[in-house]
């Protein structure tokens, strides 16, 4: 079985606890008198002394009547190399081990453990030690890490947070519009629906955004397979913003940017494949791609169309197999044409928001029950922080029953419309995962620095 060097550190110190705890009993069953001995070795003295003075006198008047004692001679205990006394152990001595290597020190202490009954698949110092000094030992390393444990109102604010979050995302954000799929009609997200009202959109588009269209002209805005001089296939006005890389929110910062800088587009076509198209504009320098990039993707935001989610332009590369079929066949699509058909039902950058609401309200609420039960409880502020791994726990629980809720959604409630998925609640579910990830590896690494530092200290006392 292999163990790892933390595991190895509490056998050993679990056999020695025992050892100690056996030597205290042995201690304690002798129970020596010393004072009372030496009294009693002095008075058996003596009244030797008196018996040998006696025996003397007794002697000597014999000898004067001419009596020869017979029978009466001194003995003496044989000395030398060949007389050894019995020696008889009255109390057993438990077996010390003095090693100097960890693991060897373990798997010794593992013999003796399973000699003395104790689990070994469990950890051996809760077996052997009392439960005082468990408590404490507990309580000295939470002051020194944190403590992560959870209590019963941390499981209820984090079942909480997901039930809440999931209700939002079935009542609120559902799917982004009225729509019927595989016969069977569907009720579209009101607040979505307040978003990509097409009045109020036409209306701030007007007053804010289309005078950045004049100034906004890039390369990589083909609106059909034609103005691509045929090299990209299904290229089409309702989805040539998916299908350009250039408009992503967040890819189009990079490929967009570089776009312009050079004078091309990157699409992705129908069958998954990345395309690059030469155009006749004036490349730029890195600054003025920049505010350009922003300025188009402003001007296009609150048009009919909008703009695809952040990294959705993803999805359409390659030909992965999804879990979805869109027509009464039942044949699974592959996820470029899911994408594209979600694009195409208002899973725009608008939607995205609105999906927003449910990662955002997990986050609200354990954030909001973090500070108030800090406060409550009167901890520390350096202490707070070094229990940062139980905020980052407690969000990737709160987050992953989200998510559960998001897929029994689609797959449940909507009848397995893609439409459905919560793509805001997917996404978070990457830089939570990543933040507890970063989070218990500092902190393994400042429990493993503290241990070093202890054994250091007992081997320099040592």
Not at 33 to 62: H, K, N, P
Not at 394 to 405: E, K, Q, V, Y
Request: hydrophobic share 40%; aromatic share 6%.
């Amino acid at each position: 079985m292999t163990r790892r060097p933390l595991s190895h550190s509490s056998t050993a110190v679990a056999y020695q606890d025992v050892t100690l705890g056996r030597l205290r009993g042995l201690f304690d069953q002798i129970d020596v008198d010393l004072e009372g001995v030496l009294l009693r070795e002095e008075s058996v003295a003596r009244s030797l002394r008196e018996t040998s003075s006696e025996m003397d006198a007794v002697r000597a008047r014999l000898a004067a009547l001419g009596i020869q004692a017979r029978g009466v001679r001194r003995t003496r205990l044989p000395t030398g190399p060949d007389f050894t006394e019995p020696s008889v152990p009255r109390y057993p001595v438990p077996e010390t081990i003095r090693e100097t290597d960890v693991e060897q020190l373990s798997r010794r202490a593992e013999a003796h453990l399973e000699r003395l009954g104790i689990d070994l698949s469990r950890d051996p110092l809760q077996q052997v030690l009392p439960d005082s000094r468990i408590a404490s030992s507990l309580e000295a390393f939470s002051r020194e890490h944190g403590d992560v444990s959870w209590r019963s109102s941390d499981w209820g604010v984090v079942l909480a947070a997901g039930a809440i979050a999931t209700l939002l995302d079935i009542v609120l954000v559902r799917i982004p519009r009225d729509t019927h799929f595989l016969g069977r009609g569907q009720t579209g997200s009101p607040l979505t629906g307040w978003l990509q009202d097409k009045q109020r959109a036409a209306s701030i588009h007007a007053r804010f955004l289309r005078r950045f269209e004049a100034t906004a002209k890039v390369p990589y805005d083909a609106a059909t397979n034609a103005a691509t001089g045929g090299l990209v296939d299904g290229m089409r006005p309702a989805t040539h913003r998916l299908q350009s890389f250039g408009h992503d929110p967040l890819l189009g910062f990079l490929c967009g940017v570089a776009d312009i800088m050079h004078g091309t587009g990157t699409y992705v076509d129908k069958a998954g494949k990345v395309v690059q198209v030469a155009t006749g504009s004036v490349p730029v320098d890195l600054i003025s791609a920049l505010l350009m990039q922003i300025r188009h993707l402003l001007s296009d935001v609150y048009t009919p169309a909008g703009l695809p989610a952040p990294l959705f332009s993803l999805l359409q590369l390659g030909t992965v197999a999804s879990p979805f079929a869109l027509g009464p066949s039942g044949v699974k699509v592959p996820w470029t044409d899911v994408a594209r058909f979600m694009y195409t039902h208002g899973y725009d950058l608008r939607h995205c928001f609105s999906m927003g609401v449910v990662p955002g309200t997990v986050e609200m609420i354990i954030h909001a029950y973090w500070l108030l039960d800090g406060f409550a409880r009167g901890v520390d502020p350096a202490q707070r922080k070094r229990e940062t791994l139980k905020l980052r726990s407690m969000l990737l629980m709160g987050h992953s029953l989200a998510t559960s809720g998001t897929l029994l959604k689609t797959g449940v409630l909507f009848g397995m419309n893609p439409l459905a998925l919560n793509y805001s609640q997917l996404l978070a579910m990457g830089p939570t995962s990543l933040a507890w990830l970063r989070e218990s590896s500092a902190r393994d690494r400042r429990i493993a620095r503290g241990l070093e530092e202890t054994w250091e200290q007992l081997a320099s006392g040592l």
